[in-house]
């Protein structure tokens, strides 16, 4: 299905390795097991190592590497923490990963305009930690404790995007380094513009093949004057779906509303040690003032009724909505532990809400057909999706069929005016999707625009764009 | 300060004009009338006529008349509706004005997703009415009755994008022309995606000079339950924009807030019979739920009365409301009253919300040093204000003042981390800026991206990103 991990390259220039190991010292090696480490993502792709590993702590820096690169014709994958779900930072082609876990300072946070200026090293819960007191949250919540770089890169999105958008909607503007060593900035901290074409949505879920980040303005938004959550079962998914579309089609600003199926519900009671009705379940969480709150709520509890959902059971107190969270979030892990030593193949599709109850349904018949394990959760409130299948990764004809059940997926999602992807981006997984997704006319002016930016193909070679003819219009 | 409007350029080559008039009949014009009422906006720039105007119905007529073009290097204009205040459809090197008002079609309303498919010519208030009775609407509101497609592409916005987004953030997809003739579609009506780069936000702002708009899927909102808007005069300019901003921090929901200063009112008061107390206003507008709207009122006039605001004076029967909306945006023609004959040139700085007062402040000392009459308004919930200097358009020493007053202000605004351009967009009459707002990095990033997908230049040459060289960094 993919390239392979192991295509010939050039080991690097000696000269390259020198002039890095000199700058960098300690902050620059080719040891296997950093290579190792910085060739593996959370896909169940193989292993496709970088020949070494640098750790800027600069701009400035990382304009040295890339001049270095370019002189040297050596790839250059941006590494932020090794979270991503679709090879995105696999080495395919050999090259030097740059890691960017130690440009991770907070630089300024305005309280006043309800934005921070970060390096793209920081993660989300360094952030959150960090602006502890302010009264300000960063609301983008992937699960994974991702760097706001690497988020950045892949469009992101999780939770509670339903109500705080996704990264799309909550980066204002990058400092980047183009593929020349020039250094841009895009957007500036006012909280709209139409001064010129939109580089920072370009940037934005370009997973580092256009540009490295060096430096990023992000939304922050106050965090809610109260908070609730609630998790209701329901007879079946297609309830669920329902209660769902009902709530998003009259505009409540709930915050999170997530779906999970049986599979999931008896997963997590069994790896969180959590006692909740094994059936279809939404989990949601309201935020607003203390009246509105209560009055989505309530709302939500009549649709949830209507539907045939059983009571809801309330989680007032912060810990125990953590708690619920937590376990929401272990989901992937939850699930993995159904069938101990096996890999997961995450699908990921968002549809129109309207689809969604149908798109789930021919889902689960597909997964029924395909014999294989593959619990359903979902990001609801967007129309988004996942299937984690279960796969034993030594068998061969398993990820077959696994791989079959993912295009079958996406060619749903796609038929319903959906995408192959809501939030995990292309990397090199979804690279076969794009053109069926777009049509052949739009990719190729992506590959144009990736010319234009990175006209030797420096940047994460391999990913986002599709190899010319990889696939055609459907 | 500008390229002239009367650079030559060659006469449209007969063998063109003869295919054109053949396939398009009376939907192809060279007169002189027509050609003339294509050939200036609201801008105070001096007309620059096409040399011919076209009328397309079809996507595959668009596609004809590009092929056309390129096939005798006739440059391209995308037509709207003519509001641009920047010169953007001025036809500085000649060529044909492609008028979309007649790919109008509402094409299929998705009541269930809330988004709705429609031709470019749709304007904002057909729409709307083409909306009635289906419980949603289409929110951005420019003031001006402007086709959706040119909203698009100045990545427009207005009173309510405090609440409801820009068009940056209400557009989902479009079907866009090539300059080569390819038809690409970009975007999904999934709420989400990251599947691959950002075409959508490319093309938004982007002025026509990437491609052409065909179709679009813009979002809807549901109709907010309840509706409440009021008036609050304060004592000066500085307390009404401090009751803005504590507004704005306190994260609630308004969906319009609006600053006029007291030349503003009292034009206001004598254009549209109105009896507003002549001091600076804001005008406030509440949506949601009945209980939500009371809070959100209460809170705002709590923050009104701690800044010196005197008491609200509601509206809350639809007429009245109605009567204030459109007092406000009659405010340009207004102004314009103010000063019989004149021009007006208008300023459209945006800033973090937290420099808001200083530079309002400082623009009105400049204004004051200038000697010219130039009230402001403000969409102040997004940091976003304008000047609208009024001007003898047959004083060259005044429009010289004018525009070293919008210079100025510019200036401030950038200084302040904001932009030259809220919502007008570039045209060519903000192109000096880009260089200053951006640096020559990120404008040569831009110019990369408008040569890759238009090599020819055939896409409204001379507007958008400035010639070469034609500002430094600032």
Chains 1, 2 share one sequence.
């Not at 010292?25 to 480490?37: D, I, K, L, Y």
Request: net charge negative; with cysteine.
């Amino acid at each position: 299905m993919h390239a392979t991990s192991s295509r010939p390259h050039a080991a690097l220039p000696q000269a390259f390795v020198d002039s890095l190991s000199t700058t960098f010292g300690q902050r620059f090696s080719t040891a296997e097991a950093v290579r190792a480490h910085h060739g593996h993502d959370e896909s169940h792709f193989p292993d496709a190592l970088p020949d070494a590993v640098v750790w800027p702590h600069t701009t400035a820096e990382v304009v040295a590497i890339v001049r270095a690169c370019r002189a040297h014709n050596v790839p250059i994958i941006a590494y932020g923490a090794g979270s991503s779900l679709e090879g995105h930072i696999l080495a395919l082609h050999g090259g030097i990963s740059i890691d960017f876990s130690e440009m991770n300072k907070v630089l300024t946070v305005h309280h006043e305009d309800l934005d921070v200026v970060i390096q793209p090293g920081v993660t989300r819960k360094q952030l959150n930690a960090e602006l502890h007191g302010t009264g300000l949250f960063f609301p983008v919540d992937p699960g994974a404790d991702a760097t706001l770089g690497g988020m950045a890169s892949t469009r992101a999105s999780g939770t509670n995007a339903v109500r705080y958008g996704t990264m799309r909607e909550n980066v204002l503007g990058f400092e980047a380094v183009l593929a020349d060593g020039t250094v841009i900035r895009t957007g500036s901290r006012a909280r709209k513009s139409s001064a010129g074409y939109d580089l920072t949505h370009l940037l934005v879920g370009s997973e580092g093949t256009l540009a490295l980040i060096t430096e990023m303005t992000v939304r922050l938004h106050p965090l809610p004057e109260a908070v609730s959550g609630a998790v209701c079962a329901f007879a079946d998914i297609d309830s669920a779906v329902h209660c769902v579309i009902q709530t998003i089609q009259l505009g409540i600003p709930v915050a999170r509303i997530e779906l999970l199926d049986t599979l999931t519900v008896q997963a997590i009671n069994r790896y969180s040690k959590t006692t909740l009705r094994e059936a279809p379940m939404l989990f949601f969480e309201f935020h607003g003032s203390p009246a509105s709150v209560e009055e989505q709520a309530q709302t939500v509890q009549e649709i949830a009724r209507d539907n045939g959902g059983q009571d809801f059971e309330w989680a007032t107190r912060p810990e125990d909505r953590s708690r619920l969270w937590q376990a929401r979030h272990d989901t992937y892990f939850a699930c993995l532990n159904l069938r101990p030593g096996c890999r997961g193949i995450t699908t990921d599709v968002c549809v129109p809400i309207s689809r969604l109850a149908d798109c789930i349904a021919g889902t689960r018949d597909d997964i029924a057909a395909s014999g294989l394990i593959a619990p359903i959760v979902g990001h609801v409130g967007d129309g988004n999706f996942h299937t984690l299948i279960l796969v034993d990764p030594d068998n061969a004809d398993e990820i077959a069929r696994a791989e079959a059940l993912n295009r079958g997926i996406v060619a749903r999602a796609l038929a319903m005016d959906g995408t192959c992807t809501g939030e995990h981006g292309v990397g090199f997984g979804k690279q076969e999707f794009l053109v069926p997704e777009h049509g052949s006319g739009a990719v190729d002016a992506m590959r144009a625009l990736k010319r234009a930016l990175d006209p030797h193909n420096l940047f994460n070679p391999g990913k986002v764009v599709p190899p010319v003819g990889a696939s055609t219009d459907r």
